[in-house]
C-alpha cells in the first residue's frame, strides 16, 4: 500500500447476509466515501462477453453494451432509486477504450449525493469475493474490505431471509471465505478482514481501523447507517446498529441443524475467533447434494422475487439474477 492518497477504489465482498450492506451505508455516512446503494455485479460478466479490451470505439458495440447494461439488477435497482445514467453522459466522461474508466465513471455517477470533491469512490458487491484478482488486476490500486459473519447465524439469516438451505449456505460459506482470504491474503495491505460481530460490539473502533486502512479520517456521522439499513431479517427498517443481532442460531436453529453446520465450514471456523458448539471434525456436503439443495434455492429465491416484486417484475427480475450468476 503506498503512501500517496488513496482515491479510490473499494470493493466490500464478503459472503451475502454478512453485513455487507451495513458497512457500506455506515461508510457512506463519511463525505469522504461514495459507494453505490446497489450492488454492480456486472463487472466480470460484462468483461467476459465484450473481451479484455473493450471494443467500444465501435459505436455499435458501445450501444450494444449500454443495452446490456440497462439490463442488469444494477441499473434496475438504481432506477428505483432515481439514477438514470444516459448512454451520452457516459461516452463523454468514460474513455471507450478503457474497462477502468467505464466502470468507474458508472460507480462514480450512482454515489449518494453530498460527497467531497476528491471522494473515495467505491462498490459493495458480496460476489465479487471470487473477483478479487480480476479486480486488482483492473485496479492495481484497489483496497479490499472483507465482511466475515458466523457461519452459524449466516446460514440462519438466509433461511429467514430468502428460504435458502441451511447446509447449501453454510457450503456457500466456506468456499466463499476460503477464497476471499486466500486471494485477499495476497494483497498485504490492500485487503482487510472485518468481523461483523466486532463491528456490533464497537462500531467506533472498527470505523476507525477501515479509515486507517482507506487513509481518510473518521467521522462520528459514521455510526449511524443514516438509512434503513436492512429490508430484511432481523434488522429489517432498522436505522440503528443492533449490538444483539449476533448468536441468535443458538435459540433459533436446533442441536442437529448447528453441528451439521459446524462440520461443513469446520476448516476454516477452526482458523476464526468461533467457537464450535457440537462439531469435532471437517464432513464436508457431497456434490449431490449440493446439486440437488441448488434446485431448491432457486425456486424459493423465484417465489421470493414474485412475492415482492408481482408476478412479471418478479420474473424479470430473476431472470437478471440468473443471468449474472450464469457469467
Given at each position: 500500500?503506498?503512501?500517496?492518497?488513496?482515491?479510490?477504489?473499494?470493493?466490500?465482498?464478503?459472503v451475502?447476509?454478512?453485513?455487507?450492506?451495513l458497512?457500506?451505508?455506515?461508510?457512506?455516512?463519511n463525505?469522504?466515501?461514495?459507494?453505490?446503494?446497489a450492488?454492480?455485479?456486472f463487472?466480470?460478466?460484462?468483461?467476459?462477453?465484450?473481451?479484455?479490451?473493450?471494443?467500444?470505439?465501435?459505436?455499435?458495440?458501445?450501444?450494444?453494451?449500454?443495452?446490456?447494461?440497462?439490463?442488469?439488477?444494477?441499473?434496475?435497482?438504481?432506477?428505483?432509486f432515481?439514477?438514470?445514467?444516459?448512454?451520452?453522459y457516459?461516452?463523454?466522461?468514460?474513455?471507450?477504450?478503457?474497462?477502468?474508466?467505464?466502470?468507474?465513471v458508472?460507480l462514480?455517477?450512482?454515489v449518494?449525493?453530498?460527497r467531497?470533491?476528491?471522494?473515495?469512490?467505491?462498490?459493495?458487491?458480496?460476489d465479487?469475493?471470487?473477483?478479487?484478482?480480476?479486480?486488482?488486476d483492473?485496479?492495481?490500486?484497489?483496497?479490499?474490505?472483507?465482511?466475515?459473519?458466523d457461519?452459524?447465524?449466516?446460514?440462519?439469516?438466509?433461511?429467514?431471509?430468502?428460504?435458502?438451505?441451511?447446509?447449501?449456505?453454510?457450503?456457500?460459506?466456506?468456499?466463499?471465505?476460503?477464497?476471499?482470504?486466500?486471494?485477499?491474503?495476497?494483497?498485504?495491505?490492500?485487503?482487510?478482514?472485518?468481523?461483523?460481530?466486532?463491528?456490533?460490539?464497537n462500531?467506533?473502533?472498527?470505523?476507525?481501523?477501515?479509515?486507517?486502512f482507506?487513509?481518510?479520517?473518521?467521522?462520528?456521522?459514521?455510526?449511524q447507517?443514516?438509512?434503513?439499513?436492512?429490508?430484511?431479517?432481523?434488522?429489517k427498517?432498522?436505522?440503528?446498529?443492533?449490538?444483539?443481532?449476533?448468536?441468535?442460531?443458538?435459540?433459533?436453529?436446533?442441536?442437529?441443524?448447528?453441528?451439521?453446520?459446524?462440520?461443513?465450514?469446520?476448516?476454516?471456523?477452526?482458523?476464526?475467533?468461533?467457537?464450535?458448539d457440537?462439531?469435532?471434525?471437517?464432513?464436508?456436503?457431497?456434490?449431490?447434494?449440493?446439486?440437488?439443495?441448488s434446485?431448491?434455492?432457486?425456486?424459493?429465491?423465484?417465489?421470493?422475487?414474485?412475492?415482492?416484486?408481482?408476478?412479471l417484475?418478479?420474473?424479470?427480475?430473476?431472470?437478471?439474477?440468473?443471468?449474472?450468476?450464469?457469467?
Amino acid at each position: 500500500m503506498n503512501s500517496k492518497r488513496f482515491k479510490g477504489p473499494i470493493f466490500i465482498v464478503g459472503v451475502q447476509r454478512s453485513g455487507t450492506k451495513l458497512l457500506r451505508d455506515l461508510l457512506n455516512q463519511n463525505p469522504n466515501i461514495g459507494i453505490p446503494i446497489a450492488e454492480s455485479n456486472f463487472i466480470p460478466k460484462m468483461i467476459k462477453r465484450f473481451g479484455n479490451l473493450p471494443p467500444f470505439q465501435n459505436d455499435a458495440k458501445f450501444q450494444e453494451f449500454y443495452e446490456e447494461y440497462t439490463q442488469t439488477t444494477f441499473f434496475w435497482w438504481m432506477k428505483k432509486f432515481g439514477y438514470v445514467m444516459s448512454k451520452e453522459y457516459l461516452e463523454k466522461e468514460a474513455d471507450r477504450t478503457s474497462w477502468s474508466s467505464i466502470i468507474e465513471v458508472i460507480l462514480r455517477y450512482h454515489v449518494p449525493h453530498g460527497r467531497d470533491k476528491e471522494f473515495i469512490w467505491g462498490d459493495k458487491s458480496p460476489d465479487y469475493m471470487f473477483h478479487i484478482n480480476a479486480l486488482k488486476d483492473l485496479y492495481p490500486e484497489a483496497r479490499f474490505i472483507h465482511i466475515i459473519r458466523d457461519p452459524r447465524d449466516n446460514c440462519l439469516s438466509k433461511k429467514k431471509a430468502w428460504g435458502r438451505h441451511l447446509y447449501r449456505s453454510a457450503e456457500i460459506w466456506r468456499s466463499g471465505v476460503e477464497n476471499a482470504r486466500y486471494d485477499g491474503q495476497q494483497l498485504g495491505g490492500d485487503y482487510m478482514e472485518v468481523y461483523y460481530e466486532l463491528l456490533l460490539e464497537n462500531p467506533e473502533k472498527t470505523l476507525r481501523d477501515i479509515c486507517t486502512f482507506l487513509g481518510c479520517k473518521f467521522t462520528t456521522s459514521m455510526m449511524q447507517p443514516g438509512r434503513d439499513c436492512e429490508d430484511l431479517g432481523d434488522a429489517k427498517g432498522e436505522t440503528k446498529i443492533l449490538k444483539n443481532n449476533k448468536k441468535k442460531y443458538t435459540t433459533q436453529l436446533t442441536k442437529t441443524e448447528i453441528r451439521r453446520i459446524e462440520e461443513i465450514v469446520y476448516p476454516l471456523m477452526e482458523l476464526m475467533p468461533y467457537e464450535f458448539d457440537y462439531a469435532t471434525m471437517f464432513n464436508p456436503i457431497s456434490r449431490i447434494r449440493l446439486h440437488i439443495l441448488s434446485k431448491h434455492d432457486r425456486w424459493n429465491r423465484l417465489m421470493f422475487n414474485i412475492r415482492t416484486k408481482g408476478f412479471l417484475e418478479g420474473i424479470r427480475f430473476n431472470f437478471r439474477l440468473f443471468k449474472k450468476h450464469s457469467s
